[in-house]
């Protein structure tokens, strides 16, 4: 590369970087001490864990590994490693305090920008490109985003806001017909791609329809008020497992008012919106809703063929609607607001089969597991992916309202367990075609 794309390129992983730590600021000056060190769920660290998580991460990868230079603190790794110690667990740690951890990640951020300042960002694999400062980027939104999921499970008084998600600007009923044939899966090109969404490779899809938009929460709540949790034979024998021990009887954060229902997002309780993407449903909950409406969940390769890929190309495309990155009118990412849109509030962000909403908004529970692409290699450690692949999850995509867009993408894989709800997950249907329809 030349002196002006590197250039250009240590200014992008800057400001990258930057909108990063901004977010994790927001969200961890927005409450007091007490409140960072508090457990908000036994299903979220605290989120003074996350912070100095981090910086830890970054440290390890970016001050340590790219940089080659000396540790800022060797004694702490094993505190903030992920796999040593259970969330549940994490609160008894001897952690670095609030104050602590602030410094930590600012000590931390100096030197992993000086590191910037002098790698060539090239030579090796991890720094090709920019890679390990994207990924590093890519982690420290992940957390913004599990840090806005332990916000919305904490309780008290409201301490973040943001101006409401559009409403609806296009009619999305209905559904398309994704024609059958191969497209290409995955990357082998996307720089920052992680490494479970590489290589590309060809996959055969067989002709599918799928849903213009998400399920509504107007839609989930016919479900309900049909007895939608009362009926096993809706529910799969696990499902109807789950929903029993777990006593699910509506989306989590939805109460009942009288005769109408409430959702309470971030401290603030509120009727529900309509035509607003149902979220925090797990992935039992989506297979029985559509084991009611007749139809089934999208598996992966069906839900990134809908996403990008142009039948009149051929092309595959990075996102729904081609290779710019998101904006305001293409998609609902960044907290930018703390709820999703409504569907078709974003006419400009459909595919080129007539699909919205498919990035930002809810993320979408697909029915595939977690699995490794044909010639997948880990990159560059086991412990992002390849230990997960094959155990109890189920595939989510498309990021949500609380995803920022460097974490995100046609491509993007994110995965949990099919109990989970308190992530900012919905779904859309999808079903096979008829015979007359072929
Ligand atoms: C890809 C979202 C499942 O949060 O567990 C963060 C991302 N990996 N730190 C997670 C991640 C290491 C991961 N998910
Ligand atoms: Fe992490």
């Not at 590093?136 to 916000?151: G, P, V």
Request: proline share 7%.
């Amino acid at each position: 590369a030349t002196h002006i794309d590197r250039d250009r390129m240590r200014a992008r992983i800057a400001a990258v970087l930057e909108r990063a730590r901004l977010r994790t600021m927001a969200l961890t000056d927005a409450v007091d001490e007490a409140d960072l060190l508090a457990q908000h769920s036994p299903l979220m660290s605290p989120l003074v864990w996350d912070l100095a998580h981090i910086g830890n991460q970054e440290e390890l990868w970016l001050v340590r590994d790219v940089g080659g230079r000396e540790a800022v603190r060797a004694d702490i790794d094993e505190l903030y490693d992920a796999f040593k110690h259970a969330r549940v667990n994490r609160p008894a740690l001897p952690l670095l305090d609030p104050g602590q951890a602030r410094g930590y990640v600012g000590t931390v951020r100096e030197k992993a920008l000086d590191v910037l300042g002098t790698s060539e960002l090239s030579g090796s694999p991890l720094v090709d490109n920019g890679f390990a400062f994207g990924m590093i980027a890519q982690h420290e939104q992940q957390h913004d985003e599990t840090m806005l999921a332990t916000h919305q499970l904490r309780v008290g008084a409201p301490v973040l806001s943001a101006p409401p998600a559009p409403g609806t600007q296009a009619p999305v009923d209905g559904e398309v017909i994704v024609p059958a044939g191969e497209f290409l899966m995955g990357t082998s090109a996307d720089p920052w791609a992680l490494d479970n969404e590489r290589p590309a490779h060809p996959v055969h899809v067989p002709a599918f329809a799928i849903d213009i938009a998400p399920v509504t929460n107007e839609q989930y709540l016919a479900f309900l008020t049909d007895g939608g949790y009362d009926r096993p034979e809706l529910w799969s024998p696990r499902g109807w497992a789950h929903r029993q021990e777990a006593g699910l009887v509506a989306p989590q954060f939805w109460e009942r008012e009288g005769d109408r229902w409430t959702r309470t997002a971030f401290g603030v309780r509120a009727p529900l919106r309509p035509r607003q993407p149902v979220v925090h449903v797990c992935w039992f909950e989506a297979e029985a809703y559509a084991r009611w409406a007749g139809k089934r969940l999208p598996t992966e390769a069906e839900w990134e063929k809908a996403a990008r890929f142009d039948p009149a190309t051929g092309a595959t495309r990075r996102y729904p609607w081609g290779a710019d990155e998101p904006d305001q009118h293409t998609a609902n990412l960044g907290q930018r607001h703390l709820e999703p849109a409504e569907v078709g509030a974003y006419p400009a962000g459909a595919s080129a089969t007539g699909v919205h909403q498919l990035i930002g908004d809810v993320w979408e529970w697909c029915s595939s597991g977690f699995e490794a692409y044909p010639g997948f290699r880990a990159f560059p450690y086991r412990e992002y992916s390849e230990v997960f692949f094959g155990g109890d999850y189920r595939i989510l995509r498309g990021g949500s309202f609380g995803t920022d867009e460097v974490a995100c993408r046609g491509t993007f894989r994110n995965w949990d367990h099919p109990i989970r709800r308190q992530i900012f997950a919905g779904f859309r249907l999808a079903r096979d075609l008829r015979e007359d329809e072929r």
